[in-house]
């Protein structure tokens, strides 16, 4: 089964060409990936285009297409989706949806439980708990670091993250990678930085492509409101 995986919930845009078999993980036959948090619009489908070309493909050849669906800001997100839905729509092809922290996990290896997480801006963090094979039982959720720490101690200790993994600043980011000192608010060992991979969305929804199963709607995963809000009705500013 050929695919095409997309994921514009993070800093990292994904583009990537992948062949998935009957038993064995996804195999990257191209991979395009790029970090621009602002610029999902101009960079994706070039890159889709030359994943393709590096994979000796083209887009009419592949099965289906695997799209994250966040959780992530508004508009890096639909980028990743819009552009999942007019290709599959014009090739004529299934859109599989699935989580973007799925699939973050399903690239990690961990002695035990673990916590996925993203940056969701206003100082808070997009997560989901998943168990040691990257199977998800809590979340995705979207939270502040202390609201977090007593979210995860009300968990059950048998999956409880024992834990961190996850991408907060692209790399190079002036500001720092922030996962560090999340870890340390958090009180768990830092497994590392993981963004969204292509093998990794296609290894999440691989149970779904295997058996053939119609793909779920595509319906992103905000989590939150947007700060744009109607416009209330204007004050009066003469006297009745």
């Known amino acids: ?3 095409l995986a997309i994921d514009t919930a993070t800093p990292a845009i994904v583009s990537g060409v992948v062949e998935l078999e009957d038993a064995g993980p996804p195999r990257v036959l191209a991979d395009e990936p790029v970090f621009a948090a602002r610029s999902h619009a101009e960079l994706l489908t070039p890159r889709l285009r030359a994943a393709a070309t590096a994979a000796g493909v083209e887009f009419g050849e592949v099965d289906a297409l695997v799209c994250g669906v966040g959780p992530g800001p508004f508009t890096g997100l639909r980028v990743g989706m819009v552009t999942a839905a007019a290709l599959g729509h014009a090739l004529g092809r299934p859109v599989h949806p699935v989580g973007t922290l799925d699939g973050v996990a399903a690239g990690v290896v961990s002695p035990g439980p673990f916590l996925v997480v993203s940056d969701a801006r206003r100082r808070e963090v997009y997560w989901s708990a998943h168990t040691s094979d990257g199977a998800r039982v809590e979340g995705p959720g979207v939270a502040r670091p202390d ?11 048998a999956t409880r993250p024992t834990h961190l993994v996850g991408n907060l600043r692209p790399p190079g980011d002036a500001r720092g990678e922030g996962m560090a000192e999340l870890a340390d608010q958090l009180g768990l060992p830092l497994l590392g930085t993981a963004f969204p991979t292509p093998d990794g969305l296609v290894a999440a929804a691989s149970a779904e492509l295997r058996a053939g199963r119609p793909p779920a709607p595509l319906v992103p995963r905000y ?17 009745p």
Request: a positive charge.
């Open 1 to 3: 089964m050929l695919l």
């Open 147 to 157: 609201e977090l720490r007593e979210q995860l101690a009300a968990m059950p200790s």
């Open 223 to 239: 989590l939150r409101q947007p700060d744009a809000a109607e416009p209330r009705s204007p004050k009066r500013v003469s006297t």
